[in-house]
């Protein structure tokens, strides 16, 4: 199983982004999927979460309200809209495939990472 992200660049406090992640091989719509996300000398943070079947997504509080997970199973793409960006959202953030249909904020939980985006945010 593969997943490349793509989309992370350099935006300005209060923009916008979206990052996505192909995942090829396995079986994508059986997959709960989500991201995180590491900044420079700090632990992975979770971020978000969004089951299999899209019917359960969960966010960390500090980017509820401004990011939104998504999916496409036929096109076994997993996407991440973030709005209102602060320059505390700056890390590299990381896809994730979980061989279990439930969305969990586990990292330890996903089988499958990508090899991450970097998004910047300027003050």
């Known amino acids: 199983v593969q997943l490349v992200e793509s989309g992370g660049g350099l935006v300005q406090a209060g923009g916008s982004l979206r990052v996505s992640c192909v995942v090829s091989?396995?079986?994508?719509?059986?997959?709960?999927m989500g991201w995180f996300r590491q900044a420079p000398g700090q632990e992975r943070q979770f971020v978000s979460a969004?089951?299999?079947?899209?019917?359960?997504?969960y966010y960390a509080d500090s980017v509820k309200g401004r990011f939104t997970i998504s999916r496409d199973n036929g096109k076994t793409t997993l996407s991440l809209q973030m709005n209102s960006l602060k320059p505390k959202d700056r890390a590299v953030y990381y896809c994730?495939?979980?061989?279990?249909?439930?969305?969990?904020?586990?990292?330890?939980?996903?089988?499958?990472w990508g090899q991450g985006t970097q998004v910047t945010v300027s003050s």
């Open positions: 994730a495939a979980d061989q279990s249909p439930r969305a969990s904020d586990y990292g330890s939980r996903y089988a499958y």
């Open positions: 091989g396995g079986t994508f719509s059986t997959y709960a």
């Open positions: 969004i089951s299999s079947r899209g019917s359960r997504i």
